[in-house]
């Protein structure tokens, strides 16, 4: 068997954690006092987060109590390389602060790290059942959770669907006041729901799947849904959302969920989706855009052509905006004007959105072209694969409708577009290329 490595627990060093306390723990549980209610907060990022996003690093140690005071447990579940990214993490946080044994990383995995030779973390399945390790979350401020796949992250913490010790232990420090966080995976995993795979095409023309075969399975096929964390208790968390146009499968999700969950939030890349649970409220921070999906009053047709749903609410929030469940509003950042009324453009007809668009992404068409453009009421977009049946996108303001802009952070636009209607409709394509007549 290989040594394990050297870890540093509430800063005192810990020369070996043994295999025998990873593998052979007991099945005690501490007890989670679920009469009180959630203090905490959360930090969910939707992956690729930059060492020099300054804001969202600096608001997870604030909410861990500070540069002096935080202590931070990483969760390396879902990693294929936990030890890598568990050491990169660790160096970002000391850019901001942070000492090194600030950090702790839990055996928590079911991959091993070939670039270990000196332990094999995939003997870490059972961590998560370590009754001495959950006890030491009592020391610790923070918990987070590296990306990779979150079926690795319930699967460990959460085995056939009952909270493990080490779980147990994640929401005390919760409900104390702490904070969780995580990035892709760490982020998908705290709604109750889990999107696990698939991508918008395969969702709208596939539907759901059980089946599951890897990482891959997440870039491409039919929509997979699984029993989350449930850290989150408002909406379904999709994330990669703005490079991997997303917004599809979580229309979809949110769709087959209504009655519980018809609120989806899919964050975009290097940017973070801040929950307080004292206040029932989430800001948006980081260098993209969080696009909340609302089903609450959509249509869904018996179309026998395709996926067929009208009336879905569609809003963009970046640049410090806030959305308050209690009372179902949008705040915008108090920096930003409103643009109804005072749009910047007068464009009759949007260029359709594609890669020869300058607004080729979700929320710059929404944000540009819709709604700070006084010459158009609807931009419309197009789904296919050539010829052959695919669908479109028909995005619309009405009375509901509001946007705002300002340029923050130096010139960064930052706009927002707030309960844009959306009908997606399933059409027929004829695509036929114009070729030069040889004389």
């Not at 030779?117 to 610790?140: C, F, I, K, M, P």
């Not at 449930?230 to 087959?256: C, M, N, S, W, Y």
């Not at 009053?297 to 806030?322: K, T």
């Not at 668009?357 to 694969?385: C, I, M, P, W």
Request: glycine share 10%; charged share 20%.
């Amino acid at each position: 068997m290989k040594h394990s490595m050297i870890f540093k627990l509430l800063s005192i060093p810990i020369s070996v954690i043994s295999f025998s306390l990873i593998l052979g723990c007991t099945e005690a549980v501490i007890p989670q006092p679920e009469q009180l209610a959630d203090k905490g907060a959360l930090v969910l990022v939707g992956g690729a987060l930059a060492g020099s996003n300054t804001e969202v690093y600096q608001r997870f140690i604030e909410l861990a109590g500070g540069p002096l005071q935080a202590r931070i447990a990483v969760i390396p579940a879902a990693s294929g390389q936990p030890v890598k990214y568990f050491k990169q993490f660790q160096h970002d946080m000391q850019r901001y602060g942070l000492d090194e044994d600030q950090m702790t990383l839990f055996p928590v995995a079911v991959s091993d790290d070939k670039s270990t030779e000196e332990v094999d973390e995939s003997e870490w399945r059972r961590g998560a059942t370590d009754t001495q390790l959950a006890e030491r979350l009592s020391q610790y401020t923070a918990v987070w959770f590296l990306g990779g796949d979150q079926l690795n992250i319930t699967a460990t913490l959460a085995p056939d669907g009952q909270k493990s010790v080490l779980l147990e232990a994640i929401w005390a420090l919760y409900q104390r006041g702490g904070v969780v966080g995580g990035t892709s995976a760490g982020a998908a995993m705290m709604s109750e729901i889990m999107i696990a795979a698939g991508d918008s095409w395969g969702a709208l023309t596939q539907g759901t799947t059980d089946s599951y075969t890897g990482m891959q399975d997440q870039e491409n096929g039919p929509l997979m849904l699984a029993k989350g964390l449930g850290f989150f208790p408002h909406a379904i968390i999709d994330q990669h959302f703005d490079r991997k146009a997303r917004f599809g499968r979580l229309i979809v999700a949110t769709e087959l969920n209504k009655d519980r969950f018809p609120l989806g939030f899919g964050i975009d890349e290097n940017t973070a989706l801040v929950y307080t649970a004292h206040n029932k409220s989430v800001q948006v921070i980081g260098a993209g855009a969080v696009t909340a999906i609302d089903v609450s009053n959509a249509r869904r047709l018996a179309n026998p052509h395709g996926y067929h749903i009208e009336d879905v609410r569609i809003s963009v929030m970046q640049g410090g905006d806030y959305y308050h469940f209690d009372t179902e509003q949008f705040v915008a950042n108090p920096l930003k004007s409103a643009t109804v009324g005072q749009e910047y453009l007068n464009i009759a007809t949007p260029v359709v959105s594609g890669v020869f668009s300058r607004n080729s992404r979700l929320k710059d068409l929404l944000t540009f072209d819709l709604v700070d453009n006084k010459g158009a009421s609807e931009v419309v977009s197009y789904l296919h694969q050539g010829s052959g049946k695919g669908f479109t996108l028909r995005f619309s303001q009405d009375e509901f409708t509001t946007g705002y802009w300002q340029y923050l952070d130096g010139l960064l636009d930052s706009g927002s577009a707030y309960r844009v209607k959306l009908d997606i409709v399933p059409t027929e394509f004829q695509i036929s290329p114009l070729t030069v007549t040889s004389q």
